[in-house]
């Protein structure tokens, strides 16, 4: 999304933006402005200064005066911060991008006009081609002309301020593997650049970039040393996230410390203190989650249903909601279609999707499921399934028009089918491995604590990996060590070339995790067997206080979504269901009045399955971006088995109430 934003941006200003020297006589203008108030406001300050001396803080003189000073302060400011736009450039800094203020404005005015422009031609097309009065014209027009043009300015405007709090967000849940990473390399070497090095190399974006620059500042003759270079970037990060400027703090202090013990402790203290921090930032993200997800389930479900239903009664009570009719003689054209749709499959779903957006970004992120390959099915396979699927659909659909059926169901499987296959086929496989790997991952401290236990006993490396392997039969972790062990005795290379020489076993292997922690393993047995042994132990008590913390803090976050996929995975269609086969009633009741121009039920039972569709995405985007971070495979997965269940629920609820409602 920030790569789209940022080449559109670009192109726009590239097209129609101002050119460099208008934004360099813009920057000398604001800055001839800020010199001028400065100026003014030192000379009040010089004054004011004389008058305390001359006539007192008590007198009129200078309360007088102390206004004028105050006026000229706020000035000052006001103008400093259109001039320098500090926040601004630290947000484009932290975003990794390199637009000045006007371009971003050139830019959001650009989309609203573009909004306003496409907003008036679809009023036009609604009036001219579904023949909606001109009171519906009106009740549209002043909203979608006004609202929406401006909400699209702010929404553009905003966003890499937006984007800058979401990736801040998400950096809490890497601090904590972060600061492992410099730990380790720590406790193999006690240095400062190299921990810093290590960190860059393993650590995400824009962690990574953040520490790559510790040593480009020093190379760069930016930084007298590394060490003010770090502090300098512990304060920078530590103005949003306390507990990587305290563990920072506590790396640094551990290289002053005179003792093994005081240096041990002090890494300790680095570890303690993110992961304790880390914890607390979720718990209060997951208390807070309450009252968002209450009203989302609000204006996302509840809200949609009611008006659903209401629909029904206003048909019946002959209520025009749609304008002044030609014919007053006849019954009033009760309920517009395009008005339905517009709010049942447009403003609620975008109402909650948007609202939904603004909740996920504001949850910290924790450690992501491992990235595997994509599961890409041949061209072939995804054809022949297609048109199979496309066949049943088509069957289905003759099977419903030979009984003589109004409802639109065969053709919400014909297409829901094939996407739903799709979905989940080509996420399976990837789902499966990424299931392995967790595993893996998870039977990973045990084996690297008895993996530093028998190393402290004297035992090589190598030995020590069969010996674990054989201890931990049957689990994921133990193939892993049974694969390195064979590999060793096979080419007979030492384990570092085995594991990351050039075809190396863990080069390309999914978890970086391992990879990186098996590093540090190789690189600790080096040193004396007994503190060697020590240290792998430490590292995997750690690893498994990380992954505790990982598996609570997702039990606790994963409790404020349960209802949301209850309710769109049961009650939501059930109730959808129901309304629509009202409606049938309705028409078959109404119909015999004559005069009334109420939508016809297949329609009206099309847009709430319409809706039903466009929620489950919805839905589906929020929990698992609450669960897992906005993770594709994931949702993609999710995705595919609950919009079959849904939208059955939904034909069996419409068909049900159909034949109880109509006795057919």
Not at 219 to 240: D, H, I, K, P
Not at 602 to 627: D, P, R
């Amino acid at each position: 999304m920030s790569d789209l934003y940022e080449k559109v941006c670009r192109t726009v200003n590239d097209r129609i933006g101002p050119d460099q020297t208008e934004i360099k006589k813009r920057k000398m203008k604001r800055k001839k402005e800020f010199m001028d108030k400065r100026k003014a406001y030192r000379k009040i300050e010089d004054l004011i200064k004389e008058t305390e001396v001359i006539y007192g803080k008590d007198s009129k003189e200078y309360r007088k005066r102390k206004k004028s000073y105050d006026k000229k302060k706020k000035e000052l400011e006001k103008v400093e911060e259109k001039y320098k736009k500090e926040s601004f450039k630290r947000t484009m800094k932290f975003i990794n991008m390199d637009f000045e203020y006007i371009e971003i404005l050139t830019f959001s005015v650009f989309i609203a006009s573009l909004t306003f422009i496409l907003s008036l031609i679809g009023i036009v097309f609604l009036n001219t081609f579904l023949e909606i009065t001109m009171f519906q014209v009106i009740i549209l027009g002043i909203p979608t002309l006004t609202v929406l043009p401006a909400f699209t300015m702010f929404v553009t405007a905003y966003y890499p301020e937006l984007l800058e709090k979401r990736m801040k967000a998400d950096c809490i849940g890497e601090v904590p593997e972060t600061i492992n990473f410099m730990t380790m390399s720590m406790r193999i070497n006690p240095s400062l650049h190299r921990a810093v090095v290590f960190a860059a190399e393993n650590a995400k974006e824009p962690i990574s970039s953040g520490l790559k620059k510790i040593s480009w500042d020093v190379y760069m003759r930016e930084e007298v040393s590394l060490e003010e270079s770090f502090l300098n970037f512990a304060m920078e990060w530590g103005e949003w996230n306390e507990n990587l400027k305290r563990s920072l703090y506590a790396i640094r202090s551990a290289i002053l410390e005179q003792t093994d013990e005081g240096f041990k402790n002090a890494l300790k203290r680095a570890n303690d203190i993110v992961i304790e921090g880390t914890k607390q930032e979720v718990e209060d993200f997951a208390k807070s989650l309450q009252t968002p997800t209450t009203i989302l389930f609000a204006i996302g479900v509840l809200l949609p249903l009611v008006v659903g239903a209401m629909l029904p009664m206003v048909a019946l009570g002959g209520l025009d909601i749609s304008g002044m009719t030609a014919e007053k003689t006849e019954y009033a054209s009760t309920v517009s279609l395009p008005i339905v749709v517009l709010f049942m499959n447009v403003i609620f779903p975008l109402g909650a999707f948007l609202y939904s957006y603004h909740i996920i970004g504001r949850r910290p992120g924790m450690r992501k499921p491992v990235n595997v390959q994509e599961n890409r099915s041949k061209p072939i396979h995804i054809l022949i399934s297609t048109i199979l699927l496309v066949s049943i659909g088509l069957i289905i659909s003759l099977f419903y028009t030979s009984l003589q059926s109004s409802i639109p169901l065969p053709f919400f499987f014909l297409i829901l089918v094939p996407i739903s296959y799709y979905c989940v086929s080509t996420s399976y496989k990837e789902k499966k491995e990424r299931k392995r790997i967790s595993k893996m991952e998870e039977q990973f401290p045990d084996a690297l604590f008895q993996l530093g236990s028998r190393i402290a006993e004297g035992t090589s490396l190598e030995k020590a990996l069969i010996t674990t392997s054989e201890s931990l039969r049957d689990t994921e972790v133990s193939g892993l060590f049974d694969d390195i062990s064979s590999s060793l005795k096979i080419t007979r290379l030492s384990i570092e070339e085995t594991l990351f020489g050039d075809g190396g076993m863990l080069v390309d292997h999914t978890s970086k995790n391992i990879k990186t922690t098996m590093k540090t393993v190789i690189k600790i047995s080096e040193k004396d067997p007994e503190k060697a042994g020590k240290t792998i132990m430490k590292i995997a008590n750690y690893k498994q206080d990380l992954q505790e913390m990982d598996n609570e803090l997702k039990n606790m976050l994963s409790k404020s979504v349960e209802m949301m996929k209850g309710t769109i995975l049961i009650f939501a269609p059930i109730t959808m269901g129901i309304i629509s086969s009202l409606y049938f009633m309705l028409e078959d009741v109404l119909s015999n009045l004559g005069g009334i121009n109420m939508i016809s039920p297949v329609a009206f039972s099309s847009v709430i399955g319409v809706y039903l569709i466009l929620m489950v995405i919805v839905i589906t985007y929020f929990t698992k971006g609450i669960e897992n971070s906005l993770d594709a495979v994931e949702f993609k997965y999710t995705f595919g088995k609950t919009i079959l269940i849904s939208i059955t629920i939904y034909a069996v609820s419409l068909m049900v109430g159909k034949m109880m409602i109509l006795g057919i």
